[in-house]
């Protein structure tokens, strides 16, 4: 899938609302077994108050498993689960604080979608009317409280099934592949009020998905898991632009492999170029090493330039992905390694290149990561 970079372009500074505000959920220690299999292995994970985290991953990485630990709808072997200060770990949903928003929108079909809104709400039935307007104001569907389920649409379903969540104001709103299900212009729709939505009332909201784009784009905080751990918890940008290792790498946008070896600690050798990369720790002179780099990275020169590390590369494909082009590229200076490189159409104007041609091409050093040899495909 092609990730358009542009959105982490800036990093965000550290300071920002969710890292200043007070932790509200905490695990500590959770594990989770069925059968033979860990699915949740010794896990920790604070969220702040008013964060929106994504548990990002794929299948089997343990992060529904993870929410349901959350909801109470499976308890953990072991491990505590605190929200607000409050030992929660033992009790039964109905005593969590939470709303969620499942999958499958899991509406009542046989009530219509004011009753369903307010099947979780408590009082009278004018301060109920009251509360359902209001809610249907907020996700912008005035006008249909007496429509039934089946004469929705997809995206119109999943925006009622999130007032429903909503409805009691709880404290922290649980998201288990809420758009999924969904067209993909309806999800990239929904997927922006969801997170306009979350912001403006300020609501501490995990949502598990499998999709980066959609954990890039809305999070303030991304979890990445595998295997039941946790890989890396971080900004999006963070996330994306310092992969803590191999897996996060691969799993997160598009990436290019080269075979490098370690030359001393402050480089690595590609092909028959030196490249001034630090390998990581304890990796020892003359071992296998794996630079990793993103497409938008690998830059192609109309001139050849001021630049140590310029090789001829060959152009074998190119192919539009919307508003970029993939250049498929061989470079024989690298190790005849074969490699993937993402250019604008300003960027391929200027370039003025097709296939067969040749090409200068150059790394952005700056971008690039070293893992170690056992850590390589």
Same mark, same amino acid.
């Not at 909503?166 to 969904?182: K, V």
């Not at 992905?321 to 690298?334: D, K, N």
């Not at 604008?344 to 041609?357: I, K």
């Given at each position: 899938?092609?990730?358009?970079?542009?959105?982490?372009?800036?990093?965000?500074?550290?300071?920002?609302?969710?890292?200043?505000?007070?932790?509200?959920?905490?695990?500590?220690?959770?594990?989770?077994?069925?059968?033979?299999?860990?699915?949740?292995?010794?896990?920790?994970?604070?969220?702040?108050?008013?964060?929106?985290?994504?548990?990002?991953?794929?299948?089997?990485?343990?992060?529904?498993? *993870? $929410?349901?630990?959350?909801?109470? %709808?499976?308890?953990? #072997? =072991?491990?505590?689960?605190?929200?607000?200060? +409050?030992? @929660?770990?033992?009790?039964?949903?109905?005593?969590?604080?939470?709303?969620?928003?499942?999958?499958?929108?899991?509406?009542?079909?046989?009530?219509?979608?004011?009753?369903?809104?307010?099947?979780?709400?408590?009082?009278?039935?004018?301060?109920?009317?009251?509360?359902?307007?209001?809610?249907?104001?907020?996700?912008?569907?005035?006008?249909?409280?007496?429509?039934?389920?089946?004469?929705?649409?997809?995206?119109?379903?999943?925006?009622?099934?999130?007032?429903?969540?909503?409805?009691?104001?709880?404290? *922290? $709103?649980?998201?288990?592949?809420? %758009?999924?299900?969904? #067209? =993909?212009?309806?999800?990239?729709?929904?997927? +922006?009020? @969801?997170?306009?939505?979350?912001?403006?009332?300020?609501?501490?909201?995990?949502?598990?998905?499998?999709?980066?784009?959609?954990?890039?784009?809305?999070?303030?905080?991304?979890?990445?898991?595998?295997?039941?751990?946790?890989?890396?918890?971080?900004?999006?940008?963070?996330?994306?632009?310092?992969?803590?290792?191999?897996?996060?790498?691969?799993?997160?946008?598009?990436?290019?492999?080269?075979?490098?070896?370690?030359?001393?600690?402050?480089?690595?050798?590609?092909?028959?170029?030196?490249?001034?990369?630090?390998?990581?720790?304890?990796?020892?002179?003359?071992?296998?090493?794996?630079?990793?780099?993103?497409?938008?990275?690998?830059?192609?020169?109309?001139?050849?330039?001021?630049?140590?590390?310029?090789?001829?590369?060959?152009?074998?494909?190119?192919?539009?992905?919307?508003?970029?082009?993939?250049?498929?590229?061989?470079?024989?200076?690298?190790?005849?390694?074969?490699?993937?490189?993402?250019?604008?159409?300003?960027?391929?104007?200027?370039?003025?290149?097709?296939?067969?041609?040749?090409?200068?091409?150059?790394?952005?050093?700056?971008?690039?990561?070293?893992?170690?040899?056992?850590?390589?495909?």
């Amino acid at each position: 899938m092609k990730l358009d970079p542009a959105f982490l372009l800036h990093k965000p500074q550290p300071g920002s609302s969710a890292h200043q505000a007070r932790p509200y959920l905490q695990l500590a220690g959770i594990s989770k077994r069925f059968g033979q299999q860990t699915v949740l292995d010794a896990l920790d994970l604070t969220v702040h108050k008013g964060e929106f985290v994504c548990l990002l991953g794929p299948s089997g990485c343990g992060k529904t498993t *993870l $929410l349901r630990q959350i909801a109470g %709808l499976d308890l953990p #072997d =072991a491990g505590t689960i605190q929200v607000d200060a +409050r030992d @929660i770990t033992l009790l039964p949903p109905a005593k969590r604080d939470y709303g969620i928003v499942f999958q499958s929108y899991a509406l009542f079909p046989n009530l219509n979608v004011a009753d369903n809104i307010a099947y979780g709400l408590r009082g009278r039935r004018e301060d109920k009317h009251r509360r359902v307007s209001e809610l249907l104001a907020l996700i912008n569907l005035d006008g249909i409280a007496d429509k039934f389920p089946a004469q929705l649409s997809g995206g119109q379903q999943q925006r009622v099934a999130l007032a429903r969540a909503l409805a009691t104001s709880p404290g *922290l $709103l649980l998201l288990d592949e809420p %758009l999924s299900a969904l #067209d =993909a212009r309806v999800r990239e729709h929904l997927r +922006r009020e @969801i997170r306009a939505l979350q912001q403006k009332l300020g609501i501490t909201t995990i949502m598990v998905t499998h999709d980066q784009e959609e954990a890039l784009t809305m999070a303030d905080r991304v979890v990445v898991m595998n295997g039941g751990r946790i890989e890396q918890s971080g900004s999006p940008f963070d996330v994306y632009r310092e992969p803590a290792s191999r897996f996060v790498a691969s799993f997160v946008g598009q990436g290019n492999w080269l075979p490098a070896i370690t030359r001393d600690s402050s480089s690595v050798q590609l092909g028959e170029h030196v490249l001034p990369l630090s390998p990581p720790h304890g990796l020892e002179t003359g071992q296998t090493a794996t630079l990793f780099v993103r497409p938008e990275d690998i830059m192609l020169h109309p001139q050849w330039p001021a630049t140590p590390d310029a090789v001829l590369a060959e152009i074998h494909k190119l192919e539009l992905l919307g508003p970029v082009y993939r250049i498929s590229l061989h470079v024989p200076a690298w190790g005849a390694v074969n490699l993937q490189a993402d250019l604008t159409h300003a960027q391929l104007t200027q370039l003025d290149v097709s296939p067969q041609h040749r090409v200068p091409v150059s790394l952005n050093l700056a971008r690039c990561r070293v893992f170690s040899g056992k850590d390589a495909a």
